[in-house]
């Protein structure tokens, strides 16, 4: 069974930082592309950040773009990252990592729907 878990949510001050982690447990680690997603109350699920089974293509949306940060570990390649800088209050949200099998190694993956397996969620509160 597959099953991504989060964790290094938190509460922040505006301004501040946090990294997530999320490590997954089951199959090879080096199948799976990789996403961030975040859900606010009362919005829908969408994309943060993806990367490619490989590591080496990501892609963000526009409005966390050179804030953060998503990175793979490659040394035990079962764990992905968010570094998250400059946190706003509307980077409120619970943040969702998910995995996808695939054999395309340079592929990255910006859909929800694209995804197979889903961790629980962590809270990332960030005060004004």
């Known amino acids: 069974q597959v099953q991504p878990v989060e964790s290094g949510g938190g509460l922040v001050q505006a301004g501040g930082s946090l990294r997530l982690s999320c490590a997954v447990s089951g199959r090879t680690f080096t199948t799976y592309a990789m996403g961030w997603f975040r859900q606010a109350p009362g919005k829908e699920r969408v994309l943060v950040s993806a990367?490619?089974?490989?590591?080496?293509?990501?892609?963000y949306a526009d409005s966390v773009k050179g804030r953060f940060t998503i990175s793979r570990d490659s040394a035990t390649k079962n764990t992905v990252y968010l570094q998250m800088s400059s946190l706003e209050p509307e980077d409120t949200a619970v943040y969702y990592c998910a995995a996808r099998i695939t054999s395309q190694s340079g592929r990255y993956y910006p859909n929800s729907d694209d995804y197979n397996y889903w961790g629980q969620g962590t809270q990332v509160t960030v005060s004004s």
């Open positions: 990367v490619s089974r490989s590591g080496e293509n990501t892609v």
